[in-house]
């Protein structure tokens, strides 16, 4: 029945049309295109979010990204975000594989759902504020299914914690990495830098920071 429902979810995020703005620059990458990528068909269409029908760990990013997700079909896919998230999902036992280069690659999760706050990679990677709301429709419809098997809901970096705090009208929280908060009865809210590569080629966020993230989420869904 959640595989369903996740299905009738990816169908409505793809045919979406709420954001002009968005669709025109999705669109307008898919046909310029960079050169490393220019024999390739981009997705250039609005990306539901994937993973287990019984996930437990509930990742929310920012958006896919232009050449990333945008160009494969799948979020944090084809970038370097996407290539620290897999090998992460895959050293802490998340996921079959460690890397995730497009969507049909056989890339698997298990107890792991991971999704974005908005569904189209946004100019300068900026969403607007109106282009949140329009999208937190399908965050919203994304936790509700899931909601039964949610333990930690992971927010990778200030505009996903800020997004799903605004999204169920949770306020006086601080972003900052490696916190938590109970949230929602018995859920966690777990912020985290995201895996820019403006943040881990700084040092802002190191290996060592990202793996303890998904070691916090397991102790704290042990300890539920």
């Given amino acids: 029945m959640v595989d369903l ?10 045919s979406c049309s709420l ?4 669709l025109s620059y999705i669109n307008q990458v898919g046909k310029t295109k960079v050169r490393r990528f220019i024999a390739q068909d981009y997705w250039a ?11 437990w760990l509930f990742i929310i990013g920012l958006a896919p990204a232009a050449h990333g997700g945008n160009r494969t079909g799948r979020i944090f896919t084809g970038d370097s975000s996407g290539d620290w998230l897999a090998k992460a999902l895959f050293e802490t ?3 079959n594989k460690s890397t995730s280069l497009h969507k049909n690659d056989g890339l698997v ?14 100019p300068q990677n900026k969403p607007t504020s109106l282009e949140r709301l329009n ?7 994304e936790t509700e299914v899931l909601k039964d098997t949610t333990k ?24 900052s990495h490696g916190a938590y908060y109970n949230v929602k009865g018995q859920k966690t809210l777990l ?8 943040n881990t080629s700084t040092g802002k966020l190191t290996w060592n920071m990202w793996i303890d993230v998904f070691k916090t989420a397991r102790m704290i869904a042990l300890n539920k």
Avoid: M, N, W
């Fill in 19 to 22: 954001c002009p703005r968005l």
């Fill in 45 to 55: 269409k609005p990306l539901p979010g994937f993973g287990d029908p019984k996930a």
């Fill in 152 to 175: 930690v809901i992971l927010t990778l970096g200030k505009f996903a914690f800020d997004a799903y705090c605004e999204l169920f009208k949770i306020k006086g929280l601080t972003f």
């Fill in 93 to 95: 036992g998340f996921a």
């Fill in 5 to 14: 429902e996740l299905e009738e979810i990816s169908e409505k995020v793809i």
């Fill in 191 to 198: 912020a985290s830098y995201h895996p820019s590569r403006r």
């Fill in 109 to 122: 999760l298990s107890g792991a759902y991971v999704t974005a706050a908005v569904k189209c990679a946004p």
């Fill in 135 to 141: 999208c937190s429709q399908y965050l919203l419809t």
